[in-house]
């Protein structure tokens, strides 16, 4: 069954770096989402993205964040100076609306720890 | 806007007992429901959603969950657990377009005791 994956799972950082996560959308997906869990907190919604750009974001989702998709498989959600607030759980997840199928298929995320 | 509470943090069951986790949702506009599992050290999967039509819904594993809307609920339930069912289960909305945002619930933790 086809799935989506996330790399890597665990990011360690120091404040003020930049990180890169990477996520591989199911390849027949035309929407594509990232989502991040704080520990202990609620699974939130940071942006949306479709035709190479993004259709929606959270107030989250400030200018310290970007998302790409650079070549046609992967999806990346960067962020330029980490704080440590940032520490949380990063969800990619993708769907398919152009066979009118809902819901989303979420990867395995990808834990990142601001130091 | 939408918002959905998940009334309790954690529910413990005996195993083979019969469970139902409670979700009550807020929306002013039509919205499609749903039910996701976390296994611990996983990401999100699908149990069911609701999109319209019966207000029962089956899914996976053999949970269910009913769409009650003078009650604005969509209790997730299963007649009887395993010790596999152990992990977070959250409830979740979207508006009733097939692309839109998911907004979450603060998930319930189900532990199984044998």
């Known amino acids: 069954e086809p799935e989506v994956t996330q790399t890597p799972s665990h990011q360690v950082t120091q404040m003020g770096q930049e990180v890169i996560l990477r996520c591989v959308p199911i390849?027949?997906?035309?929407?594509f989402y990232w989502y991040r869990q704080i520990l202990g907190q609620k699974v939130e919604f940071l942006v949306s993205?479709?035709?190479?750009?993004?259709?929606?974001k959270s107030e989250i989702f400030d200018d310290q964040f970007s998302v790409e998709r650079p070549d046609g498989s992967n999806f990346t959600l960067k962020i330029r100076s980490t704080k440590l607030e940032d520490s949380a759980m990063y969800f990619c997840a993708s769907t398919d609306t152009g066979t009118g199928e809902v819901g989303q298929y979420f990867g395995p995320g990808t834990r990142l720890t601001v130091t | 806007a939408q918002s959905v509470t998940q009334l309790d943090s954690q529910v413990p069951v005996f195993e083979e007992a019969p469970v139902e986790l409670r979700c009550n949702y807020s929306?002013?506009?039509?919205?499609?429901l749903f039910w996701y599992v976390q296994y611990p050290n996983q990401g999100l999967q699908l149990l069911l959603k609701y999109l319209s039509g019966s207000t029962l819904v089956k899914g996976i594993n053999g949970f269910e969950a009913e769409f009650n809307k003078s009650q604005t609920s969509f209790h997730l339930r299963k007649p009887s657990v395993h010790i596999s069912d152990t992990a977070e289960y959250f409830c979740?909305?979207?508006?009733?377009?097939?692309?839109?945002?998911?907004?979450f619930g603060s998930g319930t933790r189900l532990s199984i005791r044998p």
């Open positions: 979740a909305v979207s508006v009733d377009s097939s692309a839109s945002k998911i907004i």
């Open positions: 390849s027949n997906h035309l929407y």
């Open positions: 929306s002013s506009v039509s919205v499609y």
């Open positions: 993205f479709y035709n190479n750009e993004i259709s929606e």
